[in-house]
């Protein structure tokens, strides 16, 4: 299991006329649990070409559970893949399964009336992924419309619909959609970090002309933990030594970059190491020109 990870102190030194400098605060792989009491989403749309209308009270609004991962640093987040944004029930609607006759349990239910006459719609087993490029934050602010809600290419997820001889089911698998929300921010409460999304994207379904919008608020939550603390580095021409606390019999990854703004995946190893004392010091070799950037990862 992948512990959160951690960035060493900022240092800086002038030697040899050339700067070398590692610096930012922290840097950590989280897993943010959804809260459902306080994440709903609402839809809203079009369906050949007609406006989506509620099949009863609350069809058109759930609940979403599940876990969303991120990479966050000091300055940036990236929301990597791997989310698990599951949809609740929030009745049984119209039509049955695969667009049979009756009713089943349904995340959304809507229907919609043209001059043609009126139809069903009830979308199913929804879950999206998170995906995003790097986003810069201030003061844990960051735009929302860099993030892409995807359907895995795995999900069950499908769109039934009926409307008179009309009735079928789509499946929803690899459908995304592009965030135009444009609050996002996380938050320090007590000891935990709180994500807030505000969330607002559109899934077209083909068969009936759907522009299913997808609207409300996601709020989930991570264990707040405090950067691990490292006394500062021994420097030479040719290598920084640090002298790191750890936990005996665990495992650990050191990752470097030039770049601070890339993401994790593409920083290199640069050591690995299972800690034998409660102290190791661990020497790196590194070439006195640029930028510098060291991640302590405690790997188990």
């Known amino acids: 299991m992948r512990k959160p990870t951690r960035l060493v102190p900022g240092i800086s030194l002038l030697a040899a006329s050339c700067l070398l400098s590692t610096q930012v605060a922290f840097a950590e792989a989280k897993t943010f649990v959804i809260d459902p009491e306080k994440s709903t989403l609402t839809l809203s749309g079009t369906a ?6 509620q099949q009863g009270p609350g069809s058109l609004s759930t609940t979403y ?12 987040v990236t929301f990597v893949g791997g989310s698990t944004m599951a949809a609740a ?5 119209g039509p049955g399964a695969g667009g049979a006759a009756g009713t089943a349990p349904a995340n959304y239910g809507a229907r919609a009336t043209t001059g043609l006459g009126s139809g069903t719609a009830a979308l199913r087993e929804l879950l999206f992924d998170i995906t995003s490029e790097s986003i810069p934050t201030l003061g844990g602010t960051f735009a929302a419309d860099g993030l892409t809600f995807l359907i895995p290419a795995t999900a069950s997820s499908v769109a039934d619909y009926s ?32 994500l807030t999304i505000t969330v607002d ?19 989930a939550k991570a264990p707040n933990i405090v950067p691990l603390v490292i006394p500062g580095p021994v420097i030479t021409p040719e290598s920084i030594g640090f002298n790191i606390p750890t936990e005996i019999g665990k495992s650990y990854t050191i990752l470097g970059s030039e770049d601070l703004g890339i993401p994790l995946i593409e920083w290199q190893v640069i050591d690995q190491f299972t800690a034998t004392s409660t102290t190791e010091a661990r020497n790196i070799a590194v070439a006195l020109a640029g930028q510098q950037f060291f991640i302590l990862r405690a790997d188990d």
Do not use: C
């Open 48 to 53: 050949l070409g007609a406006a989506l209308q």
């Open 65 to 76: 559970s599940g876990n969303i991962l991120a990479d966050v640093t000091e300055n940036a």
């Open 89 to 93: 029930n929030s009745g049984s609607w």
């Open 163 to 194: 409307a008179g001889f009309f009735a079928g089911s789509e499946a929803l698998a690899g459908k995304s959609g592009d965030n135009v929300g444009q609050g996002a921010n996380i938050s320090v409460v007590g000891d935990e970090l709180v």
């Open 201 to 219: 994207y559109t899934l077209v379904i083909a068969d009936i002309s759907g522009q299913f919008r997808i609207r409300g608020q996601l709020v």
